[in-house]
Nanobody
């Protein structure tokens, strides 16, 4: 059984930093891309940043220069370092594993979400 377990959300003042982690566990052969999306009530879920197994990274313009993604392929874990946080970064952050191959089935898998709140 595959799981994505997220950690690291919380409350921080504007200008502060947080680090999110997401670990995929279970019967996993490979994962193509891992990334983070965020959603606020009443709006669509949006891409924050994603990284492929080969290291190609795609950042949303709104977080470029402030957020940094990294990935440990051996541990099927992805990290998101968020610096210079702004109130508009407040959202539920979801980890995503795209092209997760178990050897039998390929999934697009989501974590349960972690709340990030930035106070002004």
């Amino acid at each position: 059984q595959v799981q994505l377990v997220e950690s690291g959300g919380g409350l921080v003042q504007a200008g502060g930093s947080l680090r999110l982690s997401c670990a995929a566990s279970g019967s996993i052969f490979s994962i193509n891309a891992m990334g983070w999306y965020r959603q606020v009530p009443g709006k669509q879920r949006e891409l924050v940043v994603a990284i492929t197994s080969g290291g190609k990274i795609n950042y949303a313009d709104s977080v470029k220069g402030r957020f940094t993604i990294s990935r440990d392929n051996a541990k099927n874990t992805v990290y998101l370092q968020m610096n210079s946080l702004k109130p508009e970064d407040t959202a539920v952050y979801y980890c995503n594993a795209d092209g997760l191959w178990t050897g039998k089935v390929m999934y697009n898998f989501w974590g349960q979400g972690t709340q990030v709140t930035v106070s002004s």
